[in-house]
């Protein structure tokens, strides 16, 4: 919508609790009185777009199906049915329009959204996180990324399909640790929350994110979310704080959304004081590079390998591996992780092929045993 008349109307409804349609027509009208009706209706929907926080987006974002939607700086809009991307023919507005929106929502969190704050993250609803980012730090104007979890998009759990879904079961009954591993997209949070979702009704499932993805059907979820420093550099509360606060809040479990940063020592740390149960993703192109990939966060911090092995062996009892095979997510291995004398072992118990047949491996009769 034009720049002048939503500031205009901003000025108006500043704090208002309840938009009236017909009060919003009129200020527009009386401030762009050569508007026709069209394009008064057209404008007074734009507004209540962008109050309700998704502004240029929302026409699109009502097609559920989505998983990613990519706006680059050209102009070019590009969508993930689940299918890979797609380019669209669509008009989302021009550099300035979003420009003006992605800051409106920055401002409402009490962040700034400029050449000197470049980059922006947010939540516009449960299950649909935004991220925009200026120059200096990409070419070519903003650059907005869209993605929608599971519990928005209906985002396909096949694998639960197959027999497959019995060990899961009796992984997450048993009260084993476990991390899902997998490249972007393959669908860790899909699985890890359908995981969850096999919990007894009795347990207690904290779930500490930096932004909400996982949201499962359980009686007894609290859900914890780091938060960025404001524009004056304060308020800032990490994921290893919220791994404090989670520690005295008697969790039967303890879920980690996904581990990328600082977070995995403190992490392993909490689940060798007792807590069975514990699981969370990562990211990793194959289920070998998972320890080295860990241990790599470890000694960006200060963390010998050997320690990281050691923590990383104890904490966790399996590992499963997610790709996808022809476009369709697919479990690819779950395999026990065992630590012996400071080097991290996946040995592989199950594996699908590209069938999705079940193929039993080497440490499948130690896995049974475990469950």
Not at 50 to 74: A, C, K, M, V, Y
Not at 177 to 198: I, Q, W
Not at 339 to 362: C, F, H, N, T, Y
């Amino acid at each position: 919508m034009s720049t002048e008349i939503f500031h205009k109307l901003q000025n108006e409804f500043a704090g208002a609790k309840e938009l009236g349609i017909a009060d919003v027509a009129a200020i527009i009208k009386v401030s762009s009185p050569w508007l026709s009706e069209a394009q008064l209706d057209k404008e007074n929907r734009n507004f209540i777009d962008w109050i309700n926080g998704h502004g240029p987006f929302q026409e699109i974002l009502t097609d559920r199906q989505i998983t990613d939607l990519f706006i680059n700086g050209s102009g070019a809009v590009w969508v993930d049915r689940g299918l890979g991307l797609q380019k669209m023919d669509v008009e989302i507005g021009n550099e300035k329009i979003l420009r003006e929106f992605i800051n409106f929502l920055a401002l409402q969190r009490g962040r700034l959204f400029d050449d000197a704050h470049p980059f922006f993250d947010a939540e516009l609803e449960h299950g649909l996180r935004l991220h925009a980012i200026i120059s200096p730090l990409v070419e070519g104007g903003i650059h907005i990324s869209i993605r929608s979890n599971q519990s928005r998009s209906g985002s396909n759990r096949n694998w639960l399909d197959l027999d497959i879904s019995k060990y899961l079961s009796k992984i997450v009954r048993a009260r084993k640790s476990f991390l899902v591993s997998g490249g972007t997209g393959t669908g860790k949070t899909t699985l890890l929350s359908a995981m969850l979702e096999m919990t007894e009704a009795n347990e207690r499932i904290l779930i500490l994110e930096d932004t909400h993805e996982l949201r499962i059907n359980h009686p007894h979820v609290v859900q914890m979310q780091s938060k960025m420093a404001n524009s004056d550099g304060v308020g800032e509360w990490t994921l290893q704080d919220l791994i404090r606060q989670a520690l005295r809040m008697r969790p039967t479990r303890i879920v980690m959304g996904e581990v990328r940063g600082r977070e995995i020592i403190d992490f392993l740390l909490a689940l060798n004081t007792g807590h069975d149960g514990g699981c969370g993703t990562i990211h990793a192109n194959s289920a070998k590079d998972v320890p080295s990939r860990i241990a790599a966060l470890g000694l960006l911090h200060g963390v010998s390998r050997e320690a990281m092995n050691a923590q990383f062996g104890s904490a966790f009892d399996l590992l499963i591996h997610l790709h996808s095979i022809n476009q369709r997510r697919s479990i690819e291995s779950i395999n026990i992780v065992k630590e012996v004398a400071g080097v991290v072992e996946i040995i592989p118990a199950i594996r699908i092929d590209s069938d999705l047949k079940i193929i039993q491996e080497d440490g499948f009769e130690e896995f049974e045993k475990m469950l």
